[in-house]
């Protein structure tokens, strides 16, 4: 087990879900709340990296994050190194990748409150924002505990996106699903077994969380 | 200076059905009286603030609060309404007093003031209970305790007694008018009962497809639903 790949990754994941959640809650709210004609395309796109190779992610991104480009250049100025092949490149990388897991449980959990207890909380005072906070977040509870811990799996078990802007560079961006290939490479099947062995328990024990959650809730996706 | 509390113009169109109606309270308590489907619920949520009409003007003591000639919509937070409406229910975060305190949060003396609330509607033992231990009815009061906390400047009912029994709803109608005689709040209730509106004895408002067809006394625009009200009781009576 390379404990090092380990230890990286479940900061990584960590960042990353921190950091997603963040900007997940107010876009959920939003997508599960507006009527806006953008709003399709803002679900669209949020929802790409279900359906896009992570190679192609990571390949833009590495585009997008480098000195080359536009951007890359200015966030490379502004840094004073590029994004692409740091640890740092990695968490934007990961936020976009797993985006949809943490989007889309957040607004099935949204949609599924009951808006006539939206507007008595208006009706009694309250504001959009305190609405949302505090009424609509205590409500949604499960689903926050699904999408983070479904982002945060996610986030663990990347590879293409992770390889394709980070490399493999130890203690850096060396993940542990690239710690895997690199076994595997190496013909090294017994540390190999080893490290999927510990993501596949991972794996389980986080999809058992959710649908033990879910079962007690009556089966809803919240 | 004018007696009028409400003064309402709505119009609204929602597909084949639309609303176009223009009315004034000047009792403290009114019923807007119609069929399902004759555009109730829309009026009170319009006047919530909960629907933005086509072409309206809702002014309420004096002050507006729709007005679309001038793009007025003020957001129904900033209202001062309160609402209990048949999909109205109590929030399942927060126990009977946390739910009745949730619109007087602010105010420094809001714990007290949600207590007295319960008190008065005769739920303060259920103070700490979620609302999956409280029963139907007692919920009801709860719901009203809670609309009434802020003390509101417009009361607005969309049936909320229609889930209840007779003797539970007579029970939670002599809170609501203990509350109303030393707290006057002008009413505007929905219901499609008329033995309700009897019940009430309040100026009632007759809705059929988003028109008023008349004002006044019950015993006036309801001749009708009084007469076929008093057969079936003479008829239960002789049986």
Known sequence: MDTQALLLTLRLAAVTTILLMALSLPLAWWLARAHSPLRSIVESLTSLPLLLPPTVLGFYLLVLLGPASAPGHALTSLLGHPLAFTFNGLVVGSILYSLPFAVQPLVAGFRSLNSAMLDDAALLGASPVRVFASVALPLARPSLVTAALLAFMHTVGEFGVVLMLGGNIPGRTRTISIALYDQVQQFDYASANRTALVLVCAAFLALLAIYTRRSRTGGRLV | ?239
């Open chain 2, 1 to 239: 200076m004018s007696d009028t509390l409400l003064a309402a113009r709505i119009q609204h169109n929602f597909g084949p059905a639309s609303l176009d109606l223009h009315f004034s309270l000047n009792a403290p308590w009114t019923v807007l009286f119609g069929p399902s489907g004759s555009g109730k619920t829309s009026v009170l949520r319009a006047i919530a603030g909960l629907l933005r009409p086509h072409a309206a003007r809702i002014v309420l003591h004096g002050t507006r609060l729709t007005d679309t000639a001038v793009s007025l919509h003020t957001p129904p937070h900033l209202r001062r309404i309160g609402y209990t409406g048949p999909h109205s229910a109590l929030f399942p975060h927060l126990n009977a007093v946390e739910n009745v305190r949730f619109g007087v949060r602010h105010h420094p003396d809001g714990h007290n003031r949600a207590q007295q609330m319960l008190r008065l509607f005769h739920v303060e033992h259920l103070a700490t209970r979620r609302p999956t231990q409280i029963s139907w009815g007692e919920r009801q009061r709860i719901l009203l305790a809670r609309a009434l906390a802020p003390a509101p400047r417009l009361l607005l009912l969309d049936e909320p007694f229609a889930a209840l029994d007779l003797a539970a709803r007579t029970a939670v109608l002599d809170n609501l008018r203990e509350y109303l005689a030393a707290n006057p709040t002008p009413v505007l209730s929905v219901t499609h009962d008329a033995a309700e509106v009897f019940a009430l004895s309040a100026d009632t408002i007759v809705l059929e497809s988003g028109r008023i067809t008349a004002q006044g006394p019950p015993h006036t625009v309801l001749a009708r639903e009084r007469e076929l009200l008093l057969r079936t009781l003479n008829g239960a009576q002789q049986s």
